[in-house]
């Protein structure tokens, strides 16, 4: 673990240039508020984090979150504005996530990764939503969906294979969505038709991210409709693959240099070796999956929500009108005192859920409580900053507006993980509750 953190810090050392030392158009504020800083990190084995506050990090996550906080300042941060006005990921990006070791956090060391754990991926992505959330989806599905299923479901052959790739140089692509299974992804109509020892897939799929760029894609096929979803089926599609074509990515309001495309599978043939685990279990995979992908999902918004706070508050205690700085005017202090309050809800749930993970007990409640409230909080928390700024918030000048607009897909996402997260909480919860938390979204 110390040798995977402290190959990442090598990394960061090829970085030039110094954090910048004031607030300007599109430039990280020169600190991060006291609030929003990790806390000293103490020598504890994996079982000793149980008896320790949720901000308390081992020296080795501690490690690895600086060096992302830094590669995030100095190499994303440039380019943020360019990629959102353009649509595109800057190829740079891709590479330095691959360089820092951030395209396989959890992945085993044998196969290339960082071999870190699950909790360091959720640091990894708040720390990347802190300056473009766009980059944090790519890594958030990249760890926490394309390498964990791999790792968890994939045969020796598949993992030696792909994990060694996926650390390196291929981006992961999950394809569930379609046109006419969104919510319910189980309605799902791509097949996946045996033909001796292949599968031949016919069907498309929507909303798919990543594929712009995407070297391998997770699909899920129906190999046995008269099952019903029991049919589902996760296949390993390689993205030279003949009949395979990657539409033209859709013009988001946010996240707009993330790719997200159509696919089309014409005859699409597939060798039965490169079904991931077994026929039938894809729905039960993708349901998995997607549990621990609520936690990274919230920890995007929490990223967002704390990076938009964070660029916002230098602004409004330099900002003078009526003779004195804005931010000492008492209702703004109380109104900052509740968005600071809420930040530090969401991150103690979302570092909750993540530790619940890691320590192998149930966390599926707690995984949609913390997606649904970061989300929540994520756009309250960068309207307000909007409001704050006054006119310029309302500018392309700024990223505060950027912010605002890559939240909004925090509850765009969340219709298809509440069904799931209702169909938990019903098992934990009063009645009552789950029927205010089904209304309440």
């Known amino acids: 673990m110390v040798g995977a953190a402290v190959r990442l810090l090598r990394g960061s050392r090829l970085l030039t240039g110094n954090v910048p030392t004031c607030l300007s158009s599109w430039n990280i504020p020169p600190h991060v508020l006291k609030y929003s800083q990790s806390k000293a990190s103490l020598n504890l084995s994996n079982n000793g984090l149980s008896s320790v506050p949720l901000q308390t990090f081992t020296k080795e996550e501690l490690m690895i979150k600086n060096s992302v906080k830094k590669f995030a300042q100095q190499q994303i941060a440039p380019l943020v ?30 196969y290339g990764g960082t071999g870190a754990s699950f909790f360091t991926s959720v640091l990894v992505i708040e720390e990347l939503a802190k300056v473009d959330a ?13 390498n964990k299923l791999i790792g968890k479901h994939g045969t020796e052959e598949q993992q030696a294979t792909y994990l060694t790739q996926l650390t390196s140089e291929k981006v992961g692509s999950f394809c569930l969505s379609e046109a006419g299974a969104g919510s319910d992804s189980f309605a799902l109509k791509t097949r996946a038709d045996k033909n001796g020892d292949y599968y031949v ?35 390993l599609v390689d993205r030279d693959t003949e009949g395979l074509h990657i539409g033209k990515p859709e013009n988001k309001m946010g996240l707009r240099a993330s790719s997200t495309c159509p696919l089309t599978f014409e005859n699409v043939k597939v060798p039965e070796t490169n079904i991931l685990g077994q026929v039938g279990h894809g729905y039960k995979y993708a349901i998995g999956g997607l549990n621990e992908g609520r936690i990274g999902i919230a920890a995007q918004m929490l990223g967002v929500a704390q990076g938009c706070f964070d660029y916002t508050i230098p602004y409004i205690k330099e900002r003078v009108q009526f003779g004195k700085r804005i931010f000492d005017f008492q209702s703004l202090q109380h109104q900052v005192a509740h968005v ?28 949609s409580m913390a ?56 098992r934990c919860l009063p009645c009552y509750v789950c029927s205010l938390l089904y209304y309440c979204t």
Not at 83 to 90: G, R
Not at 390 to 408: H, L, M, Q
């Open 201 to 235: 897939i016919n069907g498309s799929k929507l909303w798919i991210s990543n594929a712009e760029y995407a070297g391998l894609f997770l699909v899920m096929a129906n190999a046995d409709p008269a099952m019903g979803y029991k049919g589902i089926t996760c296949f």
């Open 340 to 367: 600071a309050t809420q930040l530090e809800a969401a991150r103690l749930l979302t570092y909750n859920s993540a530790r619940l993970v890691e320590a192998g007990r149930p966390f599926i409640k707690e995984a």
């Open 81 to 110: 504005s360019t990629m959102d006005k353009n649509s595109e990921m800057d190829k740079s990006i891709i590479q330095g996530l691959f360089q820092q070791g951030l395209m396989g956090v959890e992945v085993d060391t044998k």
């Open 134 to 146: 766009s980059v944090a989806v790519l890594c958030d599905i990249q760890n926490t969906l394309i």
């Open 371 to 426: 997606k649904y409230y970061a989300s929540e909080i994520a756009g309250l928390v960068t309207s307000k900053c909007i409001d704050w700024m006054g006119g310029v918030g309302y500018t392309k000048n700024y990223p505060v507006e950027k912010f605002f607009r890559d939240a909004k897909i925090g509850k765009q996402t969340f219709f298809l993980h509440f069904i799931f997260c209702f169909i938990g909480l019903c």
